[in-house]
């Protein structure tokens, strides 16, 4: 399986590395604004971890991914997954037209997808698998890790780690006590990329914090000790892995649980899902909360569904009350993200991942979405759940970058299928997003 794995990253990297360099490339030179403050004093870092930064370096410019990442994770630790996985039910006869669950199987599969599966009502209506991918497969997170950090925030609320989204980091990383800058940043920032941390780019300097935040066998000790902030934290949205990466230290400390050990006991077992593998910087070393965790497709749509239940699974409450409704609330430097999650907020044809006045590296909505209420995990290449609270239904597709020829179209899949949910229906089609 790890094998079969890491044969997919490299094909995927391989196949649409230009396209990452060309994003990556913009947001280094577009996102940051402002002087940058100078990190604080390096650590000293040994001899042997140095030897290995600069060996997966090197792999890494050899691959000539240029930004789109390593096309193989060499740490990666099973992450155990419910000793009774359930397949989800799928329903015997759809709800949804035969005639719109093709066209999305069809949209899907010209797109280079490796998994398309629509959850309604409590089933599976439809659930298609690509090449070579079948219902086992682990697929790469990439950024919907993101998402996954915030639930494992609201589940750590529940169970009494942490005391509230407002606490500061540094009462976990200790290290940023008496920081002037770091003592400010809150969790909710790790969740809503407001920390005031340098943003994501691409830069071909070993040297460059970026790469050794990404790439460092210390890599949580790199982003504690040496990671720069541009500005004030909570004062400017910046995209940046290196925010979502702090979610594993803290968790680790706020629960003495390494971090895929706590996503097994907090989250996978409670929904009955299928576990995989998560890239650790070393051997016992920690986890990347950031990226690059390999589960199945319908462990993902798993997250999705348990939002749209509000944090609730067969009877079992999840996350705190209301804590749902906090991560859709976008914030006023970018209305557009929420915590760990994408808002439609007004229609935009293009909206980016990036500072929204960086003009590269945008994904594509023909029209408003047809629900003002959706709301999504998305993540580089296209890895999107969307979660529909008209129509009871959550609709992922995951897999590799779609070619040059066929763009993904972020709102194609959800208005389909939204459309179809009524249209025999008495009942009005919901509020669409604003124009």
């Not at 589940?155 to 200790?174: E, N």
Request: negative net charge.
């Amino acid at each position: 399986m790890m094998l079969r794995t890491l044969q997919i990253l490299l094909k995927d990297r391989m196949a649409h590395g230009a396209n990452a360099a060309l994003c990556a490339l913009a947001l280094a030179g577009c996102a940051s604004t402002g002087p940058a403050e100078i990190a604080p004093t390096s650590t000293s870092y040994t001899a042997e971890d140095e030897a290995l930064y600069m060996e997966r370096f090197n792999r890494l410019a050899e691959g000539g991914s240029g930004g789109a990442g390593l096309g193989a994770y060499d740490t990666l630790e099973p992450v155990s997954g419910s000793e009774k996985v359930e397949p989800l039910p799928n329903r015997a006869a759809a709800t949804l037209s035969p005639a719109a669950l093709d066209q999305a199987r069809g949209y899907a599969e010209a797109r280079n997808s490796s998994a398309l599966l629509v959850w309604r009502d409590g089933a599976l209506e439809a659930e298609h698998y690509f090449g070579e991918f079948a219902q086992d497969s682990l697929l790469v997170s990439k950024s919907l890790a993101k998402p996954i950090t915030a639930i494992l925030i609201g589940r750590a609320l529940q169970q009494g780690h942490i005391q509230s989204l407002d606490q500061p980091v540094a009462d976990f990383i200790t290290e940023w006590q008496g920081d002037p800058k770091r003592s400010k940043i809150l969790i909710r920032h790790l969740l809503d990329m407001r920390t005031g941390f340098k943003p994501q780019g691409f830069a071909p300097d070993p040297a460059d914090v970026l790469n050794r935040a990404y790439l460092h066998p210390r890599h949580d000790e790199v982003i504690i000790n040496d990671y720069p902030l541009t500005h004030e934290p909570g004062t400017r949205y910046e995209y940046a892995n290196a925010t979502s990466e702090m979610v594993a230290p803290l968790l680790e400390r706020a629960t003495g649980m390494r971090y895929g050990d706590y996503l097994t006991e907090a989250l996978l077992k409670p929904l009955g899902a299928a576990g995989g593998q998560i890239w650790v910087n070393r051997p016992g070393g920690t986890a990347h909360s950031g990226c690059c965790v390999l589960l199945p497709a319908q462990t993902f749509l798993r997250f999705g569904v348990l939002l749209l239940q509000d944090g609730e699974w067969e009877g079992m409450r999840l996350l705190p009350e209301g804590y749902v409704a906090e991560m859709r609330q976008g914030t006023e430097e970018n209305p557009y993200y929420g915590l760990g999650v994408w808002l439609p907020h007004t229609f935009l044809e293009r909206r980016g991942f990036a500072h929204p006045s960086v003009e590269f590296g945008k994904v594509l909505h023909s029209e408003p979405y047809a629900d003002k209420d959706i709301f999504l995990f998305d993540g580089n290449g296209n890895q999107t759940v969307y979660i529909i609270p008209s129509t009871n239904s959550v609709v992922l597709r995951m897999g590799g970058r779609p070619p040059q020829d066929a763009e993904w179209d972020n709102t194609f899949l959800p208005n389909l299928l939204i459309r179809d949910a009524y249209r025999a229906s008495a009942d009005a089609m919901p509020e669409p997003q604003p124009q």
